[in-house]
């Protein structure tokens, strides 16, 4: 029974030994000094550096100088890098702002375009004068108005003196008419009185 147990007991610790190597092995896998990220790079360096004390009982980290090198070399090609994508990343920045601002002062000319279209549309010129839709429209009835009333004010005023004319006319035709009358009598009159005179001649010649 306690051959068992103990049996039992070094397959766990077997088991749990192999997969702490496996473990180990897979980081190991993943932590590099090429081939990985910058923190990944440190970890692996930290991973294989030698811990010491000092003589004052302080404990250090022996560092191979190569990989040391090989570690700064790789950090300063990031920090390059990043630089670089900083860089790129600002101009497309600055150039997306300038795009923006071009958009804005195009917007802003175009609302204005747009506000100066209404006011043309919605309003008139007349005489060299703007005026509102409402405005001429209301000017332009009055005018209509004042035209109706002055055409129909000339056909009142037509119609009246062509009345006074045909009264007139027929006033003169009635008085060209007493005219011939009064000449016709007159005429029989003074012929009338001539035979007169001419008998009396004729007698006074005849005493």
Do not use: C, P
Not at 11 to 22: C, D, G, P, R
Not at 47 to 55: E, I, L, M, T
Not at 120 to 146: C, D, H, P, R
């Amino acid at each position: 029974m306690k051959y068992l147990k103990y049996l039992t007991l070094a397959v766990f610790v077997l088991a749990s030994t192999l997969t702490s190597n496996a473990q180990t092995n897979q980081e190991e896998e993943t932590l590099s000094l090429d081939n990985s990220t910058i923190d990944n790079q440190f970890e692996y360096v930290l991973r294989k550096s030698g811990n010491f004390k000092g003589v004052n009982g302080q404990a250090y980290e022996a560092v191979k100088l190569s990989t040391l090198l090989t570690l700064r070399r790789h950090t300063i090609d990031s920090l390059k890098t990043v630089h670089k994508n900083l860089a790129e990343t600002q101009a497309i920045v600055d150039t997306q702002a300038k795009e923006i601002a071009d958009l804005k002062s195009n917007l802003s000319n175009t609302q204005n375009d747009l506000e100066k279209t209404n006011t043309e549309k919605n309003n008139m010129a007349l005489f060299g004068l703007q005026m509102s839709k409402t405005g001429y429209n209301m000017l332009m009835w009055t005018i209509i108005g004042v035209l109706l009333a002055l055409l129909i004010l000339f056909i009142y005023k037509f119609k009246n003196s062509n009345s006074v004319t045909r009264g007139a006319k027929k006033a003169l035709a009635e008085i060209e008419e007493e005219f011939d009358e009064h000449r016709k009598t007159a005429l029989e009159r003074e012929q009338k009185v001539r035979r007169q005179l001419q008998d009396e001649i004729n007698k006074q010649k005849g005493a």
